[in-house]
């Protein structure tokens, strides 16, 4: 809530989107520029309602943040999540939708839970690597 209410009050670091069924939120998004950096955002969380999952509202959510991130010159989104086995649903989530698996943290969260670390390029071919 304290992000929500930053943001309401005029904060640029948090962006929210909501996902309505008619008058009821069903789901949100929240992200926000990553500091120290040219054009890199952060995804902080997309969190659909249990009863709307696989009914392609995170999809939409997801979509739209790219639309308006790209709209704002954003080059790349970056996603952190869990190792745990109850992520493994989210982690598959991002990977078909074109994030890929840049790091891992071991034991960041806590023994045995680790950080992974997820890129999309906005389509500025960022994250190309070359060799010399």
């Known amino acids: 809530m304290e992000l929500l209410d930053a943001s309401l009050a005029g904060d640029e670091d948090y962006h929210f989107l ?12 929240c992200w926000g520029p990553t500091p120290g950096t040219v054009g890199t955002a952060d ?5 659909v309602d249990p009863r709307r999952q696989q009914q392609g509202v ?7 943040v790219e639309a308006r991130l790209r709209a704002q010159g ?7 999540t869990s190792s745990r086995s109850d992520y493994t649903a989210t982690r598959a989530f991002y990977e078909r939708r074109g994030y ?5 943290i071991p034991a960041y969260y ?10 999309k ?12």
């Not at 996902?19 to 009821?24: K, L, N, P, R, V």
């Not at 995170?58 to 739209?64: D, E, F, I, N, Y």
């Open 100 to 104: 890929a698996r840049a790091a891992t």
């Open 18 to 29: 909501g996902a309505y069924d008619t008058t009821e939120l069903v789901g949100y998004a």
């Open 74 to 80: 954003a080059r790349m989104v970056v996603v952190e």
């Open 58 to 64: 995170g999809t939409q959510l997801l979509g739209a």
């Open 110 to 119: 806590a023994p045995g839970d680790d950080l992974v670390i997820y890129l």
């Open 121 to 132: 390029d906005l389509g500025h071919g960022v994250l190309a690597r070359t060799t010399p």
């Open 43 to 47: 995804l902080y969380w997309i969190v």
